[in-house]
């Protein structure tokens, strides 16, 4: 697979709490440049960086982030705040919590409260796998397959570890076919990113592609 392919796979991302808007509009530029899918950042700065992008590039955040233990009603105000500001894309964290309380009727009806708010908007949904059992991750498949998102994703890159090939096989062997997934965190290589997507991935979260391509053009 060539890199321009895989590069078109990933949501360029720069997430750090202590990004400013310098470094998101060098995000941007490099996201423009290298034909990324799209950028994924803070929510502080979605309103500046659609506004700069002018639908050169769509524009992803993040909501419920990165714990997944808000309320509801407040995941919601963060997915139409967003929306409203220039979002094309929501990544939210599922109520991880809940899920392993056996909930799983709140955790459905949770997230398709917050795809009613993206309405045609492409939601993925976030389960944090190295929190979870895999018994708990082929339920969170299930119940992510039910709930009308676009996309199951493995990690935040916040927590203890990020995508591994076997949650990338184990969600692709049990999601619906309409789900697609998406890796995210540790992917540090063209390697990883081609592993990643020959096993099921179709979106690649990641910061790392991008230096590399830049690397490789400096040399």
């Known amino acids: 697979m ?3 392919t895989i590069l078109a796979h990933a949501d360029h991302t720069l997430l750090s709490p202590a990004a400013t808007w310098e470094d998101i509009r060098t995000v941007c530029d490099d996201g423009v440049r290298y034909g990324t899918a799209t950028v994924c950042i803070p929510p502080d700065f979605v309103a500046r960086a659609a506004e700069y992008l002018k639908g050169r590039l769509p524009v992803c955040t993040v909501i419920g982030f990165p714990g997944g233990y808000l309320t509801t009603s407040v995941k919601c105000f963060e997915a139409a705040d967003a929306i409203e500001r220039g979002a094309s894309e929501i990544d939210m964290v599922l109520n991880i919590g809940r899920l392993k309380d056996g909930r799983d009727d709140f955790v459905l009806e949770e997230i398709r409260a917050i795809k009613k708010v993206c309405g045609e908007r492409i939601l993925k949904v976030i389960i944090e796998t190295c929190l979870l059992t895999d018994e708990e991750k082929v339920r969170a498949c299930a119940i992510v397959s ?6 199951i994703k493995t990690s935040t890159g916040f927590s203890t570890g990020g995508a591994t090939p076997h949650d990338v096989a184990l969600l692709a062997a049990h999601v619906e ?11 540090k290589s063209w390697e990883d990113a081609e592993r990643f997507l020959s096993l099921g991935a179709s979106r690649l979260g990641t910061s790392s592609l991008v230096r590399l391509a830049k690397e490789e053009e400096a040399r």
Do not use: E, N, T
């Open 146 to 151: 039910a709930s009308g998102a676009d996309f």
């Open 2 to 4: 060539d890199k321009k």
């Open 177 to 187: 076919p309409h789900l697609k997934i998406k890796a995210a965190g540790g992917i």
